[in-house]
């Protein structure tokens, strides 16, 4: 399909800018392991604080690239199936809203005053820039949510009892939990935290915002998974060489991420005294029940990659996962694909364990969560992105890949690296040993008291795993950018891989509308949420004021000194 210059500058725009800041974030991220494997002894590197650190790797790499990525890659799934492009002047306008909030945190963490970390929990207290950057990018990633949901309703009109295209189906989902799940964060940014920074009010309410920032949070990571799920759905079968074994299991997943990926953020909370245990009870089982649009997905694609397999001439019972395309340097979109099914099968077992409410207490803030994250953000959610940028600008710039032989390698070195790298955090998180932390300072440092031999294998292969990943990283944004400096030299559209689908299944109109799962949600919300809200209101005591990451005593009684 053809698109106009505006449509596309705007895309490669969402694509090339979290890209090029993703440098910075990748660097950080192997800052990190450097810092805990007790290499460096110290609280800052190159003039770089540990924690400020820490918020640009996980700022950038989990909120910066991950929105823009969605909005760039549904403008591109609606005009392909629409067969229309969006409104441009709320397109646009969304783009200048995320790229300016984008400079307004950016600012604030690189001058130090921002060390909240990713999920910025008071009493950790940044400035006023970085609440106006995060409610900005957020507001701006609502406006297409309107403009897709008139294109669609335009579509149907015209073609009321055709299926909707399970891409189209995916993205307006996708949108619905982002704008549902963000209003609690936008209330919490805009009442709780940015009157506090701006020096309005003295203390904050810690239960309150953190609640609500989980009744986002979790939500938050369905949002960064289903562009890579609609990507297993829509593409990875016709990559394979075979066919979407069933559309409806795709719509049934999809829906029941509707109803499950908000109701559960307790289930980061099950240490937090406020919440009575039958809450959290209840938010686990929920949890349980988000599970299960994963399983529908890990049997339907696995499925499909049979089938594929088999139409590629396999024998026996496994043969035909040695005849997909693993290394085809043309089709390297595969390649990404299945590197980040293969990490989720880990990455997804690993978050029923912490669902757990009794494994929970073994795990809870240690590096094993980070080890869990690894395997499903930087898997499946990051080569998806990843594999889908180079994609989208190839094809519609009309520019060749970069060291096309590099590219199909990235997606199998950074799992490797994954691989190895959540190993040893895991590892490390079972004997203790704590996420968010420089362990260097203490831990990893044989001069302290409080040196601990039994971490530095554990941090040692996270470090090595770290290291990989840096690299497969670093060859990515090489050839992403490089792309740029080729000719054009074929022809430039937007076009996407379609999946046929292999049973010519009828149209469920349940499974084709959105308002009987959305008054679901709404209840199933309302269930979960105004017990928890009660035990916040009830329980919490008194306010805190601001705190730093590394010192416990408040920062007024230290500025007073
Ligand atoms: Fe999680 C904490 C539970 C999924 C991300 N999670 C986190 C945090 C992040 C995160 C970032 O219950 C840390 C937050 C923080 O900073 O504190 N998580 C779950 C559960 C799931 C889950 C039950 N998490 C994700 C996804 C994420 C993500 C997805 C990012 C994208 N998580 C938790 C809990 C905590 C938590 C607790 C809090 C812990 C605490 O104490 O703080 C489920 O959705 C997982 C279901 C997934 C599956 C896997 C299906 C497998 C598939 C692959 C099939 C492979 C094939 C290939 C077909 C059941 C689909 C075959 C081909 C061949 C060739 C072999």
Known sequence: ???????????????????????????????????????????????????????????????????????????????????????????????????????????????????????????????PFFYLGAALLIVGSWLPLFNWARMYVQWKRGNPTTKTPLAVLGTLINFIIWFVCTLAVAYEVLVLLLPWSLGWTTTVNVTLARTLFWFFGHALVYFWLLPAYIMFYTMLPKLAGGKLYSDLAGRVALFLFLLFSIPVGVHHQYSDPSITQGVKFFQGMLTFGVAIPSFITAFTIAASLEYAGRKRGSKGWFGWMARLPYLDTRNYMFAYLICGLILFVFGGLTGIVNASYQLNNVIHNTSWLPGHFHMTVAGPVFLGIIGMSTYMYSTMSGRKIFMPKVNVIIPYLWTIGVLIFSTGLMWGGLLGEPRRTNLGMTYLNPKSELFRPDWVPTTTLALLGGIIMFIAGMLFIVVFFGAMFRKKNQVAELNLPVSEAYHDEKRIPLFDQFKPWLVTMVLILLIAYIPALMNVNKNTGPNAPAFTPDNPVPVQIINNK
Do not use: D
């Open 1 to 127: 399909m053809q698109v106009s210059k505006s449509f596309k500058t705007l895309i490669f725009l969402e694509l090339s800018i979290p890209v090029a800041l993703l440098t910075l974030g990748i660097y950080h991220g192997l800052m990190q392991t450097i810092f805990r494997a007790g290499v460096l002894q110290q609280a800052a590197f190159a003039k770089l604080e540990y924690y400020q650190g820490l918020t640009l790797h996980g700022v950038i790499n989990a909120v910066v690239l991950t929105t823009f990525f969605a909005v760039a890659f549904g403008h591109a799934t609606m005009a392909f199936y629409m067969k229309k492009e969006p409104n441009k002047m709320i397109a646009w306008t969304s783009f200048s809203f995320m790229a300016i909030g984008t400079v307004l945190a950016a600012w604030a963490m690189l001058a130090g005053k921002a060390s909240v970390l990713y999920t910025f929990y008071p009493p950790l207290k940044a400035h």
